[in-house]
């Protein structure tokens, strides 16, 4: 194992920043989508934010990236790849995101809004200053657990020619022979990942605790 594992190790190490760029890029859009989501969903919006929320939710991802890399060209849409599977995963975690960020919203003290309220904030002040930062605190467990996701689910953008992580492992294991190591290579960075960012969710719950707010 360790002498297999020294032999590929540079190829899939350009595999695991591949699929890390993929996972940043795609979470960092399905933030900034989500965030809006949340927006849209606090406003009279709310009826076009779940016509987004509930079909992202209701069909598989790996359609949604045939879909975006297969479908689009059919209407003069043409996209790489490696943007495809950037899009198709942002677009789904921002519907993730956006419902996990409108939970942590319908968790604060209506007496937070209120305060706000009186001290004259308008509604995108509330928003920007007292909505949004509560929220992000309180989701912090869930929203890493939303990356931690996005990194798994990132695997499925190997089907569409991406040479990341998995299809990596595909590669070496057709080149040996020896599938068992190889996929389990994989496996292993893939866990020793997702346990990693797992930890850091917690450290970063603690550092980030409001001391005496509960959200509730």
């Known amino acids: ?3 297999f594992l020294t032999s590929y190790a540079g190829y899939i190490a350009e595999g695991i920043a591949v699929t890390l760029q993929i ?3 795609s979470y960092t859009l ?6 809006l989501l949340l927006a849209g969903g606090l406003s009279p919006l709310s009826l076009l934010t779940r016509m987004y929320i509930e079909p992202v939710r209701g069909t598989p991802l790996l359609v949604q ?3 975006i890399y297969f479908g689009l060209p059919a209407i003069g849409i043409k996209l790489d790849a490696f943007t495809s599977a950037v899009l198709a995963l942002g677009l789904n975690s921002a519907a993730y995101q956006a419902e996990i960020l409108r939970s942590a919203v319908k968790a604060i003290p209506e007496s937070q809004i209120h305060a706000a309220e009186v001290l004259g904030f ?3 002040q509330t928003y920007r200053y007292v909505i949004l930062p509560l929220a992000l605190r309180s ?3 869930a929203l890493v657990n939303e990356f931690v996701t996005v990194l798994k689910e990132s695997s499925l953008a190997s089907v569409i020619g991406i040479v990341e992580l998995t299809r990596r492992g595909e590669y070496v294991a057709a080149y040996t022979y020896r599938a068992f190591e190889a996929y389990l290579i994989v496996a292993l960075i893939y866990f020793i990942a997702c346990y ?4 850091f969710s917690r450290l970063l719950e603690r550092k980030l605790r409001i001391p005496g707010y509960t959200g509730a």
């Open 1 to 3: 194992m360790i002498d």
């Open 23 to 25: 996972t940043l890029m």
């Open 30 to 35: 399905g933030f900034a989508l989500g965030a």
């Open 65 to 67: 990236i045939f879909i």
């Open 122 to 124: 308008s509604g995108a």
């Open 139 to 141: 989701s912090i467990p």
């Open 196 to 199: 990693t960012f797992s930890q």
